[in-house]
């Protein structure tokens, strides 16, 4: 079945570095763009950006630039998000997302991993 | 700030109908999708396209749309169905993707 499956919790330092990872099955991996998706503790869901998995072109939200970077490895398909310079108003879970549709039908995301919690905390 | 506007909280009796609304610019040129989240859980699609339920989800869930707003209506509501709902959809800009704010569904 499709599923996409992430890393485990991750804590910590501010200041520090976390790549969080995202393993695809039951598909071919770069038919379809992968986005990434943050809730703050207790907040909704915001829409980091996305990448293509067939070319390996990121594109960035409004916020996520700069110290948010988005990578593949394709043979093992596997998406990873990597956030630099960690601050404490890091500290979300962060989840994968699989894009399905086209312009006609519309866009949405399906499935979904099942979250990373970052912490971040000294 | 966010470009699709819901209301915070809405509650339902249980087997009664719900609708959620969704509201933006961007919804005239775009469909919406929907996403059930529950507590300490990952959001699960419920609606996309023009009306479409993924399969596993129950035909009580279905959605619309009207000018700059986009429905999901809950026919029947069951406890199950309490869980925050996500709209999505393209921006104004076409290039990029945004959520909602969020609705809390409450089944009384």
């Known amino acids: 079945q499709v599923q996409l499956v992430q890393s485990g919790s991750e804590l910590k330092k501010p200041g520090a570095s976390v790549k969080v990872s995202c393993k695809a099955s039951?598909?071919?991996?770069?038919?379809?763009?992968m986005n990434w998706v943050r809730q703050a503790p207790g907040q909704g869901l915001e829409w980091m950006g996305w990448?293509?998995?067939?070319?390996?072109?990121?594109t960035y939200a409004q916020g996520f630039t700069g110290r948010f970077v988005f990578s593949l490895d394709t043979s093992v398909s596997t998406a990873y998000l990597q956030i630099s310079s960690l601050k404490a108003e890091d500290t979300a879970v962060y989840y994968c997302?699989?894009?399905?549709?086209?312009?006609?039908?519309?866009?949405?995301?399906?499935?979904w991993g099942q979250g990373t919690l970052v912490t971040v905390s000294s | 700030s966010s470009e699709l506007t819901q209301d915070p909280a809405v509650s339902v009796a249980l087997g009664q109908t719900v609708r959620i609304t969704c509201q933006g610019d961007?919804?005239?040129?775009?469909?919406a999708s929907w996403y059930q989240q529950k507590p300490g859980q990952a959001p699960v699609l419920v609606i996309y396209?023009?009306?479409n339920r993924p399969s596993g989800i129950p035909d009580r869930f279905s959605g619309s749309s009207s000018g700059n707003t986009a429905s999901l209506t809950i026919t029947g509501a069951q406890a199950e169905d309490e869980a925050d709902y996500y709209c999505?959809?393209?921006?104004?800009?076409?290039?990029?993707?945004?959520f909602g704010t969020g609705t809390k569904v409450t089944v009384l």
């Open positions: 999505n959809s393209r921006d104004s800009s076409g290039n990029h993707r945004v």
């Open positions: 961007s919804l005239r040129s775009y469909y």
């Open positions: 396209g023009k009306n």
């Open positions: 039951g598909y071919t991996f770069t038919s379809y763009a």
């Open positions: 990448i293509n998995t067939n070319t390996g072109n990121p």
């Open positions: 997302a699989r894009e399905n549709g086209d312009y006609a039908v519309g866009d949405w995301f399906d499935p």
